[in-house]
């Protein structure tokens, strides 16, 4: 009969934490090297471990810090947001679901309304156009044989992957403004205040009928801004892997400046996210998985030099000394 091995005790899963905390310092990791390191802390108790061996050996503040009583941070429950990050390149395991084809409520003059209430639905359309919608999200959609129109509520975040068909555009209103495309995938967060409009594929129009200077078109790997109240319009880039990225509940760097991590984590969460210019240049290769501004700033906490501290309204990651 064979004997049973001993469960490690703290002294064992420490002495690991060490030896991670120094290949990661040391930047000794290979790609097969993260895979086992986030198995690794998977565990919550290796977890533990590790942030604690960091903190002592200066690696890492403590989770972010935020004055009181200005605000509230998030404690992390659960596996750490970091899923794994690689220096050399990346490897993802994406799974991704079935489209559900939803039951659409007429609404007259030939309009069919779709709904994602409580959880993530994917509607396809009669043109073979999927859309799939964020929980929360209303979308109607009216078709002819001359247009593919659609209008989506404030408060929805719908991706497209809209089929092709010259002869009809496909349309997409949004408050005052209108998304005009032919073929192409991209997503639309339309809230009260913003509204936010990035392509991972083929050419989008953004326009505001009525004018005609107000027109904006966006290539793959570019997203549009614009705030509700006033008249700014304003474009960055964004990963295309990351354009929609509620899906997969993940966002994916790859050797991006700091500054540019930040101003994703900022659009998927709606908290502003600064960078102090100390800071701006650090490059972060990696997969976050989706969560509060505060878990996402903890977690790059965990692998580069970055002091985070909540603000009211905002976190601001500060570049940290390593005592020698």
Known sequence: MTEAKPLPTAADVRSVAVGWALRIERQDMDDAGWVEFTGWIENPDHLAAFEGVQRRLGLIDRAVT??????????????????????????????????????????????????????????????????ALRPGSVMTAAFDGRHRAVKLRPGSEAAFDVSK?????????????????????????????????????????????????????????????IRQAGADWSTHSVRPENVGAWRRHRLIFNNQPLSEVASE???ATDVAVEISPAAAALRFSGVLKLGSAAEMANALQLFLPVRAKAMPGRIVMERRRISP
């Open 66 to 131: 935020a004055p009181a009583p200005t605000a509230t941070v998030a404690k992390r429950s659960g596996p750490p947001v970091i899923w794994w990050a690689a220096g050399g390149g990346l490897a993802l395991a994406a799974s991704i679901a079935g489209v559900l084809v939803l039951a659409a409520r007429g609404m007259g003059g030939g309009e069919l309304e779709f709904d994602a209430v409580s959880e993530a639905r994917t509607v396809a359309l009669s043109d073979h156009t999927e859309v």
């Open 265 to 267: 984590i900022t659009d």
């Open 165 to 225: 068909d010259h002869a009809r555009p496909f349309e997409i209103t949004i408050g005052q403004r209108l998304v005009r495309v032919l073929g192409t995938a991209f997503d639309v967060n339309y809230q009260p205040d913003v509204t936010r409009v990035a392509v991972s594929r083929g050419v989008v129009e953004v326009s505001s009928p009525g004018e005609p200077e107000r027109t904006v078109i966006l290539t793959a790997g570019q997203a549009l801004k």
